[in-house]
């Protein structure tokens, strides 16, 4: 996605307010000067949000190491949050008539698990959106695109998570893919990475039973800036799903050569505005080559 004057708020917040937890205040000087130094040198009409980030988060990269013991609380108490739901989730989805109906369900609790914030969290995550959505009090997520015929003109999905708890409810839509005969590689953080699915998480819910195979990555995927096993996997696959905002970030109108899955909720009005939809709405867009 390419950036926006708007978007510089945003990244400044989003990685200051969660390396800065473990900084003390002489070195919160220094954190803000190293932002915005790669912020001047970064930012372009031409560059990408993700890749901006990302190598600002490379730079600062011992903040986030200190960050982690602050976010392995948050992390486990939103997994059970998720587990929790698990049970009625799973027999919402299986009350689908059709095999589209049950996909599409699966996917509405994948995008509507998206919950987590712009700022740094206080505390676990809960999941509103979900609990309503399987006790037919809320809205399903906006479908954008033919999302079912792309999965099922697909072999090979590439589906990039986002964070702890939420990767609970990928599972219900991962294990529907697995069962409409996809094969599929889970991309996951490489530990740790403040409030995001790792390995641990992803095992946590069997997922490590279910992907035919799971990669890591340090921050975010953004193609030709990755390991070569990450971009190996990418160019293997002949579609992507992508979870949450970053990821949205990070392939987002880039010309991509296959069809791209989006789940996420709007938390901006730019994101408003290049989904078409409105702030605080879950989505599920595809968009295609």
């Not at 002489?26 to 130094?37: D, F, H, P, S, V």
């Not at 698990?86 to 369900?105: M, N, Q």
């Not at 999965?151 to 939420?166: C, Q, W």
């Amino acid at each position: 996605m390419k950036p926006f004057i708007d978007c510089v708020p945003c990244i400044i917040r989003w990685i200051y307010e969660r390396v800065s937890s473990s900084a003390r205040e002489e070195q919160k000087y220094a954190l803000m000067r190293t932002i915005m130094g790669v912020l001047s040198h970064e930012f372009s009409p031409s560059g990408n949000v993700a890749l901006i980030t990302k190598r600002i988060l490379d730079r600062v990269d011992e903040f986030v190491l200190a960050a982690e013991a602050g976010y392995n609380e948050i992390k486990i108490k939103t997994n059970h949050v998720a587990e929790e739901l698990l049970p009625a989730s799973r027999d919402y989805i299986s009350k689908g008539e059709t095999d589209y109906e049950r996909f599409w369900r699966a996917c509405g609790l994948a995008s509507a698990g998206n919950v987590s914030t712009i700022g740094a969290p206080t505390g676990a995550y809960d999941f509103p959106e979900v609990e309503d959505i399987i006790m037919g009090r809320g809205s399903v997520p906006l479908l954008i695109g033919d999302v079912y015929g792309a999965v099922k003109r697909a072999n090979h999905v590439l589906f990039l998570s986002d964070n702890a708890g939420e990767i609970g409810f990928d599972s219900l839509l991962i294990e529907e893919l697995k069962t409409m005969g996809l094969a599929l590689t889970l991309v996951v953080k490489e530990a740790p990475f403040f409030d995001d699915a790792t390995i641990k998480d992803a095992c946590y819910f069997g997922l490590d039973k279910v992907a035919d195979n799971i990669l890591t990555t340090r921050s975010v995927f953004v193609p030709g800036n990755s390991a070569p096993a990450l971009e190996d996997a990418y160019k293997m696959s002949d579609l992507v799903i992508a979870k949450g905002v970053f990821n949205f970030e990070s392939l987002a109108g880039e010309d991509l050569e296959k069809p791209v899955v989006y789940m996420l909720k709007i938390k901006c009005r730019l994101l408003s505005a290049i989904n078409e939809a409105e702030v605080g709405n879950a989505i599920v867009r595809l968009e295609s080559v």
